[in-house]
């Protein structure tokens, strides 16, 4: 059976409801695979544009600065990315890796660095890391940024700044975290593993109040951990791939985005309410594509769901 035709009209009035989801639910075969391959390269092919950018104008063409810049971007989501992203530039990865065999000088660098150690009361711990801060900022020259920096009022309590920092120092803790085994994450649980280190116990403890009997994760979960495979590792793969015409590391991008469910956010919610259900972030990715670039903002003339309609 064929795909139906409409006209532009039509699809202009569907893209008013942000997604034009019962039109991508008249797709057939190949018009529905074809689409999803185009939205997820688009996406792919934007987000290369970005890690681009990073590695040669902000990285010094370092990959190695390139994923730690990367990183702090992705773990500060949307409510503290700029925030991370400033934290990586005052500390870099140079910095981290020449300390990596000691967690209190990771903790050190990254919380104090962040200016959040200044929120915490003083005892034997955080009097000690306040201490090797002082050492390594000489060192270094790190001019630590200010706690009011960072947006503390509307996160998600298990995304909490200091938590973060305190889980990506025992990852960096690690000898095997290192770009070379990211590069290498085809699988949702490679990823996982990467970021397998458990962060201090002072900090699952004591990195805000917390309720009576809630339970906190000293590393990051599972649901985060897709997030890093969907947003930092599969971009990294994608461009260090594309940059050094490596097809197989851009065909294992695309691997490992098949292995991670899809995504339910703002914008492929509709798609799910529509019931139009991704099989993996890899096709969520493509519809997350389709409402962010083409349905939001009225680009119903440049859709490529548009040109298959109304051919």
Known sequence: MSTPKHTLEELKAGAASLACTHYIQELRGVDYESLLI??????????????????????????????????????????????????????NSFMLMRERGSIINLEALLIGGSGLLDLYPDDDYTYRLRLEFDHLAAKYNIIPMLAGEWNLSSYYRHNHPTLRLAQIAACIHNPEFTIQNALTCSKR??????????????????????????SINDRIGQLKSDLLGINLIAPMMFSYGNYSSDSDMVGNATNLLEDIAAEHNRFTKPWFYAGVEPRDAFVSQGLLQLSKEYCTPRRCEECPLARILTR
């Open 38 to 91: 185009t939205l997820t390269c688009e996406r792919m092919t934007r987000k290369y544009e970005e890690v681009l950018h990073i590695f040669e104008k902000v990285a010094g063409k370092s990959w190695n600065e390139t994923f730690h810049i990367m990183l702090f971007r992705v773990l500060g989501g949307m409510d503290n990315r700029q925030a991370m992203t400033e934290l990586a530039s005052r500390v």
């Open 189 to 214: 649980m490679h990823v996982y593993d990467l970021f397998s280190g458990k962060a201090s116990q002072y900090w699952v403890d004591n990195f805000a109040a917390k309720p009576q009997g809630l």
